[in-house]
């Protein structure tokens, strides 16, 4: 009972302070500190035989271990996409693709209908490129000034961006592989798992999420008198731009690059986000040059991408790592452990525990931020119900997952949250409030069409 009031009273100190808008990087940090202080006095060292030699200083050395674990990760990858970003506006290359897409989007005059369109292709770019903090961050460097130009709001497109993520599907992504060792399950093809149980529930429930969230969003936009973006009322003209139309191609080139080199095409070439960021880099400083004529002033137009990433780090980045830092903070605590723990105990219906520990999933990840931890929470749950109903396996052990990966649409302390809340200027807590009744009514669809379909 001690570790579950712990986990809570510092997620409400987390979400107080955010509402009253102290620094969320010390905050973070802080509470960080506090947690693991906490766990020292209740159990020694937090790093055990790891450590330091001294329990006290390995409070400290947590933040090493977060850091290094984050920076050569997560941090790594956004810094470099957020380079690219940095040069696409440096070359106006994101100004000419997002006019140049905005112009015929605005005839549509249904702006909440291509935030919906948003959330659609970041799910199936997730399908490629597994990590949600990627797609993320690849929705805000291409579709989200689109959305904005278009007359969005940017609590709108920011929540949008939020949902870009919200699936688990696919040969790619690694938490499929991790439910069926935590299962026990051996000689499953993947590829066929994806294709015979995950496309229609995953369909099904992006279809119910899309069909919410629109009307969703109109009601929150209309509430709290949301306007237009700025961006869409300083819209220029393709001319204005100036520079060549192909310089268009440019912001996406990145995403293709990814796609073409992956495991589900050319599979025998496998190139990683970052290393495909500097390759693309390359190709438009080549181009910019060749185009301008002036070698001098473009080969040195490129530090406006490390001074980029400078500027990335010591604002979204720093907020990553200490996010990151928190998020293991609390799920070292326990409290999330002993609520699905006691979920085991619970005796009643199939459906009833099936629902359960769907909709807990959400929660366990919305409220501690944590995705994989918290797979391991709650595949092993869903296991014992299939067990003990005698259920199919795969689609059930999917449908744990798929509740823990909508939780990451509505958490407010997930690396990815604090990414994209920083680079929109939006609250999390707004994206957050936005998103929960689409993601709950998402998370019921799923259980419903798996529980009539293969139960």
Known sequence: MLQIIATLALLVLLIFSIVKKYNTT??????????????????????????????????????RQSASGTMGGNVLIIMSIYGYIVYMNHIKASDMFATMVATPLKKIKRPYLLAAGLILVGNLIKIIIPSGISVAALMIATLYPVLLKVGCS???SASAVLMSYLTVWGPSDASLYTALSLAGVEDV????????????????????????FIPVSKLFDKRENAQPAQEALD??????????????????????????????????????VVAACYFCLVVAVLIHTICQRKFKECFNGVSVVFNGMGDY?????????????????????????????????????????????????????????VFNGNVSLIIPVMTSIIASAGLPTLPFLHLGLIGCALGSAVTPVAGASLYIASATNVSILTCVKRNLIPVICGGIAAIIVTMVFFA
């Open 313 to 369: 780090f010591k604002g979204p980045g720093i907020l990553l790592v200490f996010g990151t830092l928190f998020a293991s903070a609390l799920n070292g605590i326990g409290g999330m452990k002993l609520i699905v723990d006691g979920l085991t105990g619970l005796e009643s219906g199939t459906a009833i525990a099936v629902a359960i520990t769907t909709l807990l999933g959400i929660f366990v990840v919305g409220v501690t931020g």
């Open 189 to 212: 093809s993947v590829s066929e798992w994806f294709v015979q149980s995950q496309i229609p529930v995953m369909l099904v429930t992006l279809a119910v999420v899309l069909a919410v």
């Open 154 to 156: 940017k609590a709108t």
């Open 26 to 63: 010390v905050v973070l940090l802080a509470l960080s500190l506090i947690a693991y202080a906490g766990l020292t006095i209740a159990n020694g060292s937090v790093m055990g035989d790891a450590g330091s030699g001294s329990a006290f200083f390995d409070i400290f050395e947590m933040i």
């Open 235 to 272: 819209s220029k003209t393709l001319k204005d731009i100036g520079v060549p139309y192909f310089y268009a191609f440019l912001p996406l080139l990145p995403l293709i690059t990814i796609m073409i080199f992956s495991e589900l095409v050319v599979g025998s070439i496998v190139i990683s």
